[in-house]
Every structure is written in C-alpha cells, then in structure tokens.
C-alpha cells in the first residue's frame, strides 16, 4: 500500500467501488464492481440506472471511491469512458497517481421537500403528524414540522412518493429550533437499511442526472484493443 495513500495495486479484483458525480452543485454516487486492472486502466461494470447505462458528458465532475478497511481514498477528476474489450462493454478510466483519503457522509442525501405523515407513540397514545421531509438518504430522514418531539423518540414514516411506498422506522437523535420558521427540525436514524429505498434513492439520482442532460447509452463509445 502506497503510505497513507493508495495505488491502483491496492485495488481488489471484485470489489464494490463508488463513482462519485458532481453536477451543478449536486453530489452523486454510483456503485459498480471492480472487473479488471490492466496497466493503469481501471475496469468496472457499467455504470446504470434503471437499466440504462449512463454515459457521463464534459459537464460531469468524476471521481472514483475505493473503501478499504473502513477509509475511503479517492481519485479525483478522471475521465470514464464506456468501452467495448474483449466483447463486453465496460466503464474504464486511467487511475494516474494515488487515491487521496476522502472524507464524506456516509450516505448520499436526496433533498424532497415532501408532505408526509409520521406515526409517533406519545403518553397520550399513538399520535400521527403531518411533518415536511426535508432529505433522506439510506441510513436516516430529516423533517421539520412546528410540533416540538422529546429526542430519542422512535418513529414510523409512511413514505410515499409516486409509485413509492414505503414504511420507515427509527429513532430521532437531533432537534433544532428555527426561529424563523418557528419550527423544528429533525434528524433521524433508521433501525435497519431498507433495499426498496436505497433503490429509490438511485432511481432518483438516475432522474437527477437525465433531466442535467448527461447521456444514456446502451453502445459503448469506443473500442479498445486487447494487448
């Protein structure tokens, strides 16, 4: 292992590794695997969404993530092409240099901004609120509503967005008063991770990036020959 950093040899055939896309002042993260290494050519699965494989323009910012033992490293600013080698198509980018430790939130935030109703078990019995979802991601939900809840409570959401429908349980752990909204706001906890939402998660950053004008292809832009 290259110090502090990390080498491209460091990078273990079958892993899950993370393409981070930055875009008009959005973050997203794409989870593909580690197919080949060749030279410094770094070979994954096809980056897609909703079975679409994406084909990221000039107007993306990309990055790669690699978590190792828990630390993230990240390769900044590469260029990922969709090639064809061998007969199958695969995202490739050249990993020049060492991934830089990295450090993020654990999980990508989709900001909603959405009405929904959150099921609380007061002293005064089971109580259902009408709170506004402010972002959710993977591992919690923030919401604001004007109604002030003791910290530590547990909670049940009936998410609901479109076709989506989903019944989400945790703990608050933050509470924020908002003098301007005469408001709170909430931070949240999931119990446990919820695949249904994580798949809505990247169905949504997918939306996120049609409606930027990045390109979906099912072709790979170029060929690359075997050595």
Known sequence: ??????????????????????????TMNFTSQVIMIIDDNLFISPVKSDDQTIGFND??????????????????????????YDGFIYHVTVLKGKGQPYNRRKAYRLYLGMEMLLYLNLSQGPTALSVNVKDISELGVGFITSDEIELNKSFRLNFKDGPTRLTLEGTIIRKVYMQHLDS????????????????????????????????????????????
């Open 1 to 26: 292992m290259g110090g502090v950093n990390l080498l491209i040899d460091d990078i273990v055939i079958g892993n899950n590794i993370e393409v981070e896309v930055k875009l008009q002042g959005h």
């Open 59 to 84: 107007n993306c910012l990309v990055s790669i993530l690699y978590n190792l033992d828990g630390r993230i490293y990240r390769w900044k600013d590469v260029e990922l092409k969709l090639i064809r």
């Open 184 to 227: 709170y706001i909430y931070g949240c906890k999931f119990y446990d991770k919820n695949y249904l939402l994580s798949k809505y998660i990247a169905r949504k950053q997918g939306e996120m990036l049609r409606r930027k004008n990045v390109t979906y292809s099912a072709f790979p832009v170029n060929d690359m020959a075997k050595h």
